[in-house]
């Protein structure tokens, strides 16, 4: 009865559950096609293929519904000259509500590990990934789709954030910055996760242009109407964008803030490896949804966090995932988890028990 | 019948339970914690012992690993014949129950205090039978002592034949729940607060074992009226959600006519009872397994009789 799941796995795992600290950059568009893999307003090749994905994560419900929804009707997703597929790309872990089976489907979609022989015994995740490589990819080839937009929410207190994996990605940054204006006075936030260590193999990663759509706070297994009308206000801008480009409308030179991942922190630990402290309550920012309820007494409207707060909200978005197992086809990052034991601010941050 | 609702003696023997639920941590890291370093759990007159009910469930950071724990207390799982192949739980609740038991019988502990953490907008709250006159008067004072937010007291009224519950296998309990706070996740305020009213509870005992009055008073609480289900297609899956005028609006009230599901679809379903009612537990991520959007009580106010006044106890 007792899941494979040892005790000394969870120990080693949480290692690798660690939390990040950003800084704010500033990011100057340059509308130059010198890129690669740009396409050109008239002359390019106007985006075709594009594919949502839900249930990456199988307790991050919003994606879960709303491409469970889309496959039942799909009108709202549909655009002139668009092929707009919705997909579960973890159906048992979506089954079982829980973050993975074997291990962690985003974190899979490296060139070893898809192109690894096929046996029963690779755990669940990574055979999926294949098949899923095989359907929307191949990865770096000509034949994969052209945009794959997946879907994650986080118990963290981010709002909406949109997920991207290289700052010379014009396209992107376009599109971004539209679905940004678009959604204003809500607040929408980039998070650039271009770095040479800890930038991971997501599942979206094998189309040309991969995007991550993340809002929180919600928690794992629940599903809220309200952030799940957000997460489909920005899929609905995404596409309206895109239709847009098709089309042939102009987008002129744009800057955006975005914040850039450093470095990651973990929590500090006992000789067991279990957490010794947590974050300190003047980091951790309430929901403010929760805020108008009868439980607190503060009132008004959302304010807007700031980057140390994102911070800390990001240092929550990872680090308690404490089912998380040992995966062996984890790319092999033990290294590269940086404690900022020598930063005055992460001092400040944790509260020991 | 040994479960008398009012004790007559010192309350000795009193446990603290974290980890009912593996998921919610503001227990689970207590217990942990209380393990290692038991001494804040210590009075004069009593030592309280912190167990981590569900081992197993919070080693994988699960709710539970084959049932629910607590639900898994009842006289007919525990005078059960071990199988081979029983859920873990069942087993594990066995276990408890000679540990701080036997359910109903003189040796049982006298009072378990069972720390639980909701992904609902309820605050600080009190989960207990009504009819464990003791434990109402702790909810009493408790309320008094900790205000920001104000404890609600939320009843069941149950039958010793009917409580499945972990804090029922002692004479006296309750449950503290405290939320919101998603599964897997640490909040330092929760940690603290959860810290301080088991602090608190403990305190209260002691007082009445060195002979503190406690007299009769009034209260309001919320009684358990029934659970509402998600509205479900014909294949079982979720057709709805949460109706965002009901979501985090735990202890307000909902007067028929109100929303209280959004279709996918697009349209709204109302509430449909007579009177007005005080929804619980709304969208809590543990209910979903069970179906149960949320539970709807009723405000009412009980009035509770005075406990007998103790000669002082010695220090153990």
């Known amino acids: ?353 | 019948m040994c479960s008398l609702p009012i004790p007559l003696e010192p309350l000795c023997r009193v446990a603290v339970t974290g980890g009912t639920h593996g998921n919610e941590m503001s227990g689970v890291y207590l217990a942990r914690h209380w393990l290692r370093a038991p001494g804040e759990l210590q009075r004069p007159s009593f030592s309280a012992v912190p167990v981590l009910a569900n081992p197993a469930a919070t080693a994988v950071c699960r709710r539970h690993i084959g049932r629910d724990l607590n639900r898994t207390f009842t006289n007919t799982f525990l005078t059960s014949k071990p199988t081979p192949d029983e859920p873990y739980e069942v087993t594990r609740a066995r276990e408890l129950n000679q540990l701080l038991g036997p359910k109903n019988s003189s040796q049982a502990f006298d009072f378990l205090l069972d720390l639980h953490n909701t992904t609902a907008n309820m605050g600080t709250c009190f989960i207990l039978n009504v009819t464990d006159i003791f434990a109402m008067h702790l909810c009493h004072r408790l309320q008094l002592q900790h205000s920001e937010p104000r404890p609600r007291v939320v009843v069941f009224k149950l039958s010793q034949e009917e409580t499945f519950s972990i804090d029922s296998v002692a004479k006296h309990g309750m449950t503290i729940e405290l939320g919101p706070q998603p599964q897997g996740v640490l909040q330092a305020n929760l940690f603290s607060r959860m810290r301080s009213l088991v602090a608190s509870t403990l305190d209260l005992i002691e007082l009445f074992n060195q002979g503190t009055a406690f007299p009769a008073f009034e209260m309001e609480v919320y009684r358990f009226l029934s659970c509402t289900d998600f509205p479900h297609t014909e294949d079982g899956d979720l057709a709805g959600m949460v109706h965002p005028q009901l979501q985090d609006q735990d202890f307000e009230p909902l007067q028929p006519g109100a929303p209280i599901f959004q279709m996918f679809s697009g349209e709204d379903v109302l509430y449909e009872g007579d009177s007005t009612v005080y929804p619980v537990f709304i969208n809590e991520a543990a209910y979903y397994e069970k179906n149960i959007a949320f539970m709807k009580t009723e405000k009412v106010t009980v009035s509770i009789p005075a406990l007998p006044v103790l000669s002082p106890a010695p220090a153990h």
């Open chain 1, 1 to 353: 009865m007792i899941p494979p799941h040892s005790k000394k796995n969870f120990i080693t795992h949480s290692r690798y559950i660690c939390t990040v600290y950003m800084r704010k950059t500033e990011r100057r568009n340059r509308q130059s096609r010198k890129q690669t893999n740009t396409p050109g307003k008239m002359t390019g090749k106007p985006i075709k293929k594009i594919a949502i994905f839900g249930g990456t994560h199988g307790n991050e419900l919003t994606g879960v519904f709303l491409v469970k929804h889309w496959l039942q009707d799909g009108a709202e997703i549909q655009r002139t000259g668009l092929e707009v597929k919705p997909f579960i790309t973890n159906p048992r872990a979506v089954k079982k509500c829980m973050r993975y089976i074997d291990c962690d489907l985003n974190r899979v979609f490296d060139l070893e590990n898809l192109g690894k022989k096929i046996s029963e015994d690779l755990p669940y995740e990574v055979r999926r990934a294949q098949e899923i490589n095989h359907l929307f990819g191949p990865k770096d080839s000509k034949g994969s789709y052209d945009i794959i937009f997946d879907l994650h929410n986080t118990t963290s207190n981010m709002g909406c954030t949109l997920i991207l994996e290289d700052s010379k990605n014009d396209f992107l940054i376009q599109m971004f910055h539209y679905i940004k204006t678009s959604l204003a006075p809500l607040p929408c936030y980039i998070y650039l996760i271009e770095h040479p260590s800890l930038k991971y193999a997501t599942t979206r990663s094998i189309a040309k242009y991969p995007v991550g759509i993340e809002v929180g706070p919600q928690p794992q297994g629940v599903l809220r109407a309200d952030i799940l009308d957000q997460m489909r206000k920005m899929i609905k801008h995404a596409l309206d964008f895109i239709h847009h480009f098709n089309e042939g409308k102009e987008f002129p030179p744009c800057t955006t803030e975005a914040y850039k991942i450093m470095e990651k922190v973990d929590f500090p630990r006992n000789e067991n490896g279990e957490i010794s402290a947590i974050i300190h309550p003047n980091l951790q920012m309430k929901p403010q949804s929760q805020l108008r309820g009868p439980h607190s007494g503060k009132t008004g409207g959302r304010k807007e966090p700031s980057p140390f707060t994102q911070m800390a909200a990001y240092l929550l978005w990872t680090c308690m995932c404490v089912e998380k197992a040992v995966c062996p086809c984890s790319a092999p990052h033990k290294a590269k988890y940086i404690i900022l034991t020598s930063s005055p601010k992460a001092q400040d941050l944790l509260l020991s028990f």
